[in-house]
């Protein structure tokens, strides 16, 4: 079946516009993370839900980020005023909840964000 | 908070022989699981293996298998007879449990680059 995909691939901004970055998940994931990766590092947590709620946002480096996935399968990463930090990969996962395994994350191919 | 280390930037292989890429980690958790996933050239992200902490026994998956020390919160990969697909960076991963369940968040380490070679 399909995977996890994201939109759009490449995104190049200016400095101080807003960006929205999309996740598909796959169909019937109920939870959706949000990953940054800067190039040769891991990736770094930024936020997840489960269904339409956010659970844990503690990863979201300051005010400008902020995520929602307001019907439970679509989510938004949006990014306000955009700095020339922010550049970086995005990573979208999913996973199924089954009870007392773990919760295997499929990874989609990612958004490489440029602000110059 | 937990963390990953992964000491080893980049590795490399001759075809068809072993290669081992290490891992360990820091966490107060008793309950958690670690992962192993590829990124290759193309950037997409693969899980290769995973192990659950409270399980003795290492984990396998065809040609690539643990090595997994609690006690010592150590978390190798090893991986046998080496293609050349296998060339890609690794990246070890730690998700602590919770109420018997897992609490998704992936925490990476830096990553190491291996290199296989004909």
């Known amino acids: 079946g399909a995977g996890v995909s994201q939109s759009p691939r490449y995104k190049v901004t200016k400095r101080g516009q807003d960006v929205a970055l999309r996740c598909d998940p796959i169909?019937?994931?109920?939870?959706l993370y949000w990953y940054r990766q800067a190039l040769g590092q891991g990736p770094e947590f930024l936020t997840y839900f489960n269904y339409e709620a956010q659970q844990d946002k503690s990863g979201l480096p300051n005010d400008r980020f902020s995520a929602e996935r307001p019907e439970g399968s679509i989510s938004t990463l949006t990014i306000q005023r955009t700095e020339q930090r922010d550049s970086a990969m995005y990573r979208c996962?999913?996973?199924?909840?089954?009870?007392?395994?773990?919760?295997?994350?499929?990874f989609g191919p990612g958004t490489r964000l440029t602000v110059t | 908070a937990q963390t990953v280390t992964q000491s080893q930037p980049e590795m490399s292989v001759q075809e068809a022989e072993t290669v081992t890429l290490s891992c360990t980690y820091d966490t107060s958790e008793s309950n958690y699981y670690l992962f192993w996933y590829k990124q290759p050239p193309s950037r997409q992200m693969i899980l290769v293996i995973r192990?659950?902490?409270?399980?003795?026994q290492n984990a396998t998956e065809n040609r690539f298998s643990v090595n997994f020390q609690k006690a010592a919160k150590s978390f190798s990969l090893k991986i046998s007879d080496s293609q050349l697909g296998d060339t890609a960076m690794y990246f070890c991963?730690?998700?602590?449990?919770?109420?018997?369940?897992?609490?998704?968040?992936?925490?990476f380490g830096q990553g190491t680059i291996l290199t296989v070679h004909p």
């Open positions: 996962a999913s996973s199924p909840i089954r009870p007392l395994l773990p919760h295997e994350q499929y």
């Open positions: 169909s019937g994931h109920v939870s």
């Open positions: 991963a730690f998700m602590k449990q919770s109420g018997g369940t897992s609490y998704g968040k992936l925490t």
């Open positions: 192990q659950e902490a409270y399980k003795q």
